[in-house]
């Protein structure tokens, strides 16, 4: 069975400071890695994914993520925050092995930036 | 383009009481998906359709029941509401299977 892992409820981080929102995730086969973010009262927004290639993935909004297969992790990170930034992130995982379609998220968490 | 939409938006269903979700997609996407969303556990998959004409159970299948009425459109229903099944239900759409999925706007349900 797939599990994702994000061990932070919250993250804090001043606007301007780098950040990262940390995931691991569990897989028989080679994962398939998503990273989306959700505002308050709203649906899930895709932000980027990881299939194969490159380890440092770009994505949507200035963030990019970073695959270690070693550590099985692939942490959401960011430059420079911005207040805008703060939402919920939540950590994806699709086994390419087989399994059942869709996706197993993590617990979510929150990100928030201070001004 | 609206992407994915569900309605209603909105549902207060007393305990026994029956309702279908509604959620339609404009992406000429083959699969479609139905998860719900609870404090501090993320979105679980509930049921999936890798195609029309096709359904299987996801992660929490139990007192719920779906059709994948036409490529665009994918029901999610609750033949006997609990309190249990008090949540935020979204609808979610991709192609290919593999590809990034787009989520609807959400469908909060509560069951008293």
């Known amino acids: 069975a797939q599990s994702v892992a994000q061990p932070e409820d919250q993250v804090n981080v001043a606007e301007g400071n780098p950040l990262t929102v940390k995931c691991t995730y569990s897989v028989s086969g080679n994962p398939y890695l998503f990273w989306y973010v959700q505002y308050p009262n709203r649906g899930l927004q895709f932000l980027l994914k990881y299939i194969t290639g490159d380890n440092l993935v770009k994505g949507s909004y200035g963030f990019e993520a970073e695959f270690n297969k070693s550590q099985t992790s692939f942490h959401l990170k960011k430059p420079s925050a911005l207040v805008s930034d703060s939402a919920l992130y939540f950590c994806?995982?699709?086994?390419?092995?087989?399994?059942?379609?869709?996706?197993?998220f993590g617990k979510g968490t929150h990100l928030i930036i201070q001004p | 383009n609206a992407g994915v939409t569900q309605t209603p938006k909105f549902q207060v269903l007393k305990t026994g009481q029956s309702m279908t979700l509604q959620c339609a997609q404009d992406m000429n996407h083959n699969s479609m998906y139905w998860y719900r969303q609870d404090p501090g556990m993320g979105l679980r998959l509930i049921y999936y359709?890798?195609?029309?004409?096709?359904?299987d159970k996801g992660e929490v299948p139990n007192g719920y029941n779906v059709s994948r009425l036409n490529k665009r459109e994918f029901s999610l229903r609750l033949e006997s509401a609990a309190p249990s099944q008090t949540s935020v239900y979204f609808c979610a759409s991709s192609t290919p299977r593999d590809g990034p999925q787009f989520f609807g706007p959400g469908t909060r349900l509560t069951v008293l």
């Open positions: 994806a995982v699709r086994d390419l092995g087989g399994g059942a379609d869709g996706l197993t």
């Open positions: 359709s890798a195609s029309e004409g096709t359904t």
